[in-house]
Nanobody, 135 residues
Framework: QVQLVESGGGSVQAGGSLRLSCAAS????????MGWFRQAPGKEREGVAS????????YYADSVKGRFTISQDNAKHTVYLQMNSLKPEDTAMYYC????????????????????????????WGQGTQVTVSS
């Protein structure tokens, strides 16, 4: 059974930091693409970051590059999103998702593999955790 449980959301002031966690079942976690997405009120859900569990490669949306870091803990079957230098525009519900079929696997020009952050590639979603950044 696919199960994703997010935690770590909250309210912070601009410039602050939060770390989100996404705990997955062992079956869900192995050999998958896992990603973080967010949806602000009145806006479409957008991809934030992804990680290829097998290879460890990561991919980020331009809006969060240099501020957010996605990482994995294989022993805990958990993926994290460290968010630094938060801005009010980062306010959103944040969702963890998994792509067990590797629909979103892509290859860079140099040959390394990474996972997309396209919603359509991810088939399973968590319930979300709210992040609110005040100015």
């Amino acid at each position: 059974q696919v199960q994703l449980v997010e935690s770590g959301g909250g309210s912070v002031q601009a410039g602050g930091s939060l770390r989100l966690s996404c705990a997955a079942s062992a079956y869900t976690y192995s050999r998958n693409c896992m990603g973080w997405f967010r949806q602000a009120p009145g806006k479409e859900r957008e991809g934030v970051a992804s990680i290829y569990i097998s290879g460890g490669s990561t991919y980020y949306a331009d809006s969060v590059k240099g501020r957010f870091t996605i990482s994995q803990d294989n022993a805990k079957h958990t993926v994290y999103l460290q968010m630094n230098s938060l801005k009010p525009e980062d306010t959103a519900m944040y969702y963890c998702a998994t792509d067990p079929s590797l629909n979103g696997i892509r290859q860079r020009d140099g040959g390394s593999w990474y996972c997309s952050i396209q919603m359509a590639d991810f088939g399973y979603w968590g319930q979300g955790t709210q992040v609110t950044v005040s100015s």
